[in-house]
């Protein structure tokens, strides 16, 4: 039996296109401490374009197969399995069971929705006060939207579309301002009567980050956990450095709670509820597409917008 994959095969900056192949091995057995999945969904998300466009498995010189989140059916337990060890591509993919859900919606619980709670969880934005974030239009975006409504924490939404601000009101968000046609900083100001921003989380990046700072609180944390601007740099003002507005860098791969197994499914399990619930909603997918056209799907995830995702089945 052939194990069917899409390998990284280069590393460096090249296009997916040119980096990635369709490539057949042999189907894994379930040794001890191991279990054999047979993937049915998986969404492409930003953070497989990140080790794409990066150099980071380079060191392993060998071809790599890319995936952070999907869903599908255990076909093989191994000897004295008993929970997940841990999250990400790169250390072993976190199972759990998920009753209830297609395979579409299961195949994108284990990043965003994980990532939003903890996020939240590390920030203790006090009830009533306001959290800043960028790229707000996204999956995560509106999920953490949704999430921080349900736990009374305030938001402010930078997008840089306009026509997505009702959708994020409709959604529960606060404030939304388009950073294009927008002074983000002076917005901030008045929202908040010149208190700003309590936190920030920001997935862009960049000079966006400069302004970011600008308009969170003396003492505030901003979580940088993206780089949607591309360039691979943030940018933060000497009057913001002064004012001690500090920048962590923030991951879920090396989150604390999310790496002790036993808090990990505690999260699982409360996630699961808060979807049942609906608190946190899954975005339909765009389109579905074969793992034989990941070419197709890939040019198609770039030019998605509106939070949907595209789906390799």
Same mark, same amino acid.
């Given at each position: 039996?052939e194990?069917?994959?899409?390998?990284?095969?280069?590393?460096?900056?090249?296009?997916?296109?040119?980096?990635?192949?369709?490539?057949?091995?042999?189907?894994?057995?379930?040794?001890?401490?191991?279990?054999?999945?047979?993937?049915?969904?998986?969404?492409?998300?930003?953070?497989?374009?990140?080790? !794409?466009? *990066?150099?980071?498995? =380079?060191?392993?010189?060998?071809?790599? $197969?890319? +995936?952070?989140?999907?869903?599908?059916?255990? #076909?093989?337990?191994?000897?004295?399995?008993?929970?997940?060890?841990?999250?990400?591509?790169?250390?072993?993919?976190?199972?759990?069971?998920?009753?209830?859900?297609?395979?579409?919606?299961?195949?994108?619980?284990?990043?965003?929705?994980?990532?939003?709670?903890?996020?939240?969880?590390?920030?203790?934005?006090?009830?009533?006060d306001?959290?800043?974030?960028?790229?707000?239009?996204?999956?995560?975006?509106?999920?953490?939207?949704?999430?921080?409504?349900?736990?009374?924490?305030?938001?402010?939404?930078?997008?840089?579309?306009?026509?997505?601000?009702?959708?994020?009101?409709?959604?529960?968000?606060?404030?939304?301002?388009?950073?294009?046609?927008?002074?983000?900083?002076?917005?901030?100001k008045? !929202?908040? *009567?010149?208190?700003? =921003?309590?936190?920030?989380?920001?997935? $862009?990046? +960049?000079?966006?980050?400069?302004?970011?700072? #600008?308009?969170?609180?003396?003492?505030?944390?901003?979580y940088?956990?993206?780089?949607?601007?591309?360039?691979?740099?943030?940018?933060?003002?000497?009057?913001?450095?002064?004012?001690?507005?500090?920048?962590?860098?923030?991951s879920?791969?090396?989150?604390?709670?999310?790496?002790i197994?036993?808090?990990?499914?505690?999260?699982?399990?409360?996630?699961?509820?808060?979807?049942?619930?609906?608190?946190?909603?899954?975005?339909?997918?765009?389109?579905?597409?074969?793992?034989?056209?990941f070419?197709?799907?890939l040019?198609?995830?770039?030019?998605?917008?509106?939070?949907?995702?595209?789906?390799?089945?």
């Amino acid at each position: 039996m052939e194990n069917r994959a899409i390998c990284q095969t280069q590393f460096g900056e090249a296009e997916p296109i040119e980096v990635l192949e369709f490539l057949q091995r042999p189907k894994p057995s379930a040794t001890p401490g191991h279990a054999v999945v047979k993937l049915t969904a998986r969404p492409i998300t930003p953070l497989e374009s990140f080790f !794409i466009h *990066s150099s980071f498995f =380079a060191p392993l010189q060998k071809p790599v $197969v890319l +995936g952070s989140e999907g869903a599908g059916i255990v #076909e093989e337990i191994g000897d004295n399995v008993t929970k997940s060890k841990a999250w990400g591509p790169s250390c072993g993919l976190d199972v759990s069971r998920v009753p209830g859900f297609s395979d579409e919606d299961a195949s994108q619980m284990p990043i965003n929705p994980a990532t939003v709670y903890a996020m939240l969880k590390d920030l203790s934005v006090p009830k009533g006060d306001y959290l800043l974030q960028t790229a707000a239009a996204s999956v995560l975006g509106r999920q953490l939207i949704q999430l921080a409504k349900h736990q009374g924490i305030k938001t402010i939404n930078i997008v840089r579309r306009n026509e997505v601000k009702e959708e994020l009101l409709a959604l529960g968000a606060d404030e939304v301002i388009d950073s294009s046609s927008e002074d983000v900083a002076a917005r901030v100001k008045d !929202i908040t *009567s010149d208190k700003l =921003a309590y936190a920030a989380v920001d997935a $862009v990046g +960049g000079r966006l980050t400069k302004t970011v700072g #600008e308009s969170t609180r003396s003492g505030g944390v901003i979580y940088e956990y993206g780089s949607l601007s591309g360039t691979g740099e943030v940018v933060l003002g000497l009057s913001d450095l002064k004012r001690n507005v500090q920048l962590k860098f923030w991951s879920l791969f090396n989150n604390e709670a999310s790496l002790i197994p036993e808090r990990r499914q505690n999260i699982v399990a409360e996630l699961i509820k808060l979807m049942q619930e609906k608190i946190i909603t899954l975005p339909p997918p765009s389109k579905s597409y074969p793992l034989t056209e990941f070419r197709q799907a890939l040019q198609h995830s770039e030019k998605v917008t509106g939070g949907a995702k595209i789906l390799l089945i």
